[in-house]
């Protein structure tokens, strides 16, 4: 695994794309100020999902504006043309999409190889068993609660049992993987994310669209940690 922060236990990730580009370095501090852990950003290439997003210059931007940790996630065809770009940019973790990762043990080694931390995401309607023959190569397990390519959908209630599977799944074969989730993760889904046994939440609108972001970062935070 490589070298970030994965000792503790609870994480709170922003996704950079609800965030006002016109005043990024500001919308980044805010987070940062809030105690956020990780900047998500979603890389969409219009053809895995329905939109376009941003790439390179953007990670590298966002490594100049933080110190946090970025957690990228690819929800693009062929993710391996992108990895040692995104890593050079400044990318800490690179999630690809286990349906469009035919080769993915190989890609995994890939991204490790280039330093970075290696997860896997899951649409709504792709099976756990999907990942189960790597789930100890795994730094990180990406539940899509939400089908990825635009922020602000409506979370799947049914996502939190195929949470309660992922956790048991990964402590079953004695994986450390993190146990992220992504779509629609608010004040109201959170905490049965997080009793379901997710420990990284990926928020965009609910961070983003807030009069103070800090605060409800910490409010997030704060609706997991009175469980904890
Ligand atoms: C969706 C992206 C998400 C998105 C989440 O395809 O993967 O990261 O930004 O946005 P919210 O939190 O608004 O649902
Ligand atoms: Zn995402």
């Not at 049992?161 to 959170?190: F, N, P, Y």
Request: net charge negative; aromatic share 6%; hydrophobic share 50%.
């Amino acid at each position: 695994m490589a070298s970030l922060p994965f000792t503790k236990k609870l994480r709170v990730a922003p996704s950079l794309l609800a965030a006002d580009f016109a005043r990024l370095p500001e919308q980044i501090a805010q987070i940062e100020a809030g105690g956020a852990d990780w900047l998500h950003v979603d890389v969409m290439d219009g053809v895995f999902v329905p939109n376009l997003s941003f790439g390179a210059k953007v990670i590298e931007t966002c490594r100049l504006l933080s110190k946090l940790p970025l957690d990228v996630h690819l929800m693009v065809v062929e993710p391996e043309k992108y990895f040692e770009t995104f890593a050079k940019a400044g990318a800490s973790v690179m999630t690809l999409h286990v349906e469009a990762a035919p080769h993915l043990h190989r890609q995994l080694s890939r991204i490790r190889e280039l330093g970075c931390a290696a997860g896997v995401a899951l649409n709504p309607g792709t099976p756990l068993d999907s990942v189960r023959e790597v789930a100890t190569d795994l730094d990180l397990l990406l539940i899509m609660t939400v089908n990825p390519g635009f922020g602000g959908q409506a979370f799947i209630p049914e996502s939190l049992d195929k949470i309660r599977r992922a956790r048991a799944m990964l402590d079953a074969s004695g994986s450390q993987a993190v146990l992220e989730v992504d779509g629609g993760v608010a004040r109201d889904t959170v905490n049965a994310c997080w009793r379901a046994g997710a420990d990284t939440f990926v928020a965009g609108n609910a961070v983003f669209g807030a009069t103070d972001p800090a605060a409800e970062v910490r409010a997030l935070r704060s609706l997991c940690a009175e469980m904890a």
